[in-house]
């Protein structure tokens, strides 16, 4: 589907032509590729990481240097797994930069069994340095009834996914 751009617009109370509305739209567009300055992404496709004995078990680790120490570091983190538990089946995941942990979240049931998970972490960092930053994402059992969390690793379409954008302020 092909976009068309109209004859006329009328923006407020200015209006503008077909050619004023382009150039509008390019300017906008090169404002937001300029605002992401760096992409760094990784995945994980072979083997699965399991925690146990409410020991933290590190998934995935990215390195990413920011160009100014204004950027702020936006990351994603998308991963599943299972937690076994003879009670309070509770997966905890989070992420950290370097060994300060930015985000934690518990996920699961009051009951003994599998408890299978998903999760999607999305946090805005601020460094506020130039120094290469070292953002990991982990795994670890939410309560002392859960034996084991695993992570499952099967391929990289459906593996978990670590990602880091710098944005220029």
Known sequence: MAWTTPATVVAGSTELTAALWNEQVRDNATAIRAAQVNVVQVTKSNGNVTSTGGTEQTVLTLNIT?????????????????????????????LYRSTTQ????????????????????????????????????RINRGSGGTSSVTCVASDSADGPRLVAMEIAV
């Open 66 to 94: 920011p160009s100014s120490s204004d950027s702020k570091i936006l990351l994603l983190c998308s991963a599943g797994g299972n937690a076994i538990a003879s009670s309070n089946a509770i997966a905890r995941v989070m």
């Open 102 to 137: 930015l985000l934690r979240y518990d996920q699961g049931r009051g009951d003994a069994g599998t408890y299978y998970w998903q999760t999607s972490l999305t946090h805005l960092d601020s460094p506020a340095s130039t120094s290469q930053q070292t953002y990991t994402f």
